[in-house]
């Protein structure tokens, strides 16, 4: 038994080095084992979500939750994974636990709230958080630095049209965009000859599915 146990804290220590961690809120009531697993289990999480799994992650995060109801980084995880499943309603209550509990919690954790946030509507909420978040990077940072402002960006417009709504008709746009699936985030490219949307279709690439959302996992398309 006591091989065993040593066994399992060599492999923590070493998936910890590879993938980071979350120290998990120390409970006297569950002996080393039971603790070590959840570590273990902390960093297959991680490793789901980093390899395009958010759904798998998010079995193991929400498995773990009972026991760490009240650990920052967990509750944030579960908001990422939330987040990254295109879920906006579901994550606020995880992000904003994890915030209430510490603000250092991740270091995007002002970027994940505040795009929740703007999704939600919340323009000057999400705009404050942004700003600090935007307050937390070196000049180094060029590439989140790029998607804060980017962000920043999209409320400012997002704040003007709606103090000055423009009148438009939405039509169909036929049977090959817009069908009974879930169609979304159009994009034109700069020749205006073609459009890029996501789609969750039943011919999705892979035939991957969702068992959580019951759907197919999303696919970009092209028109």
């Keep these: 038994m ?11 220590l070493l998936v910890t080095g590879v993938f980071g961690s979350i120290e998990l809120k120390p409970d006297s009531t569950r002996n080393l084992f039971e603790k070590g ?8 999480a991680r490793h789901l979500f980093l390899t395009n799994d958010a759904e798998g992650a998010l079995v193991v995060y929400e498995s773990l939750l ?12 579960i908001g990422e994974c939330k987040l990254a499943l295109e879920s906006y309603d579901e994550p606020i209550q995880f992000l904003k636990k994890a915030m ?12 994940t709230y505040g795009r ?10 999400a705009k404050e958080l942004f700003e600090k978040y935007k307050n937390t990077l070196k000049p180094n940072q060029k590439y989140e630095l790029s998607e804060v402002y980017r962000m920043l960006r999209q409320v400012e417009t997002a704040k003007k049209l709606i103090m000055s709504p423009i009148n438009v008709q939405i039509k169909n746009s036929g049977d090959k965009i817009n069908t009974r699936y879930d169609e979304h985030g159009p ?23 969702s068992t959580r959302l019951n759907s197919s996992h999303t696919d970009i398309s092209r028109m």
Excluded at 3 to 10: K, N
Excluded at 37 to 44: I, T, V, Y
């Design 66 to 77: 009972e026991n760490n109801a009240n650990n920052a980084m967990l509750n944030y995880r």
């Design 2 to 12: 006591k091989s065993s146990i040593i066994s399992l804290i060599c492999c923590i």
């Design 116 to 125: 929740v946030l703007h999704r939600q509507g919340e323009l000057d909420k």
């Design 100 to 111: 209430s509990i510490s603000e250092d919690a991740d270091k995007e954790l002002f970027y």
């Design 187 to 209: 994009a034109v490219s700069d020749d205006g000859k073609t459009l890029l949307f996501t789609a969750r279709r039943p011919d999705t690439q892979g035939d991957r599915k």
């Design 37 to 44: 697993l959840d570590e273990l289990k902390l960093q297959k």
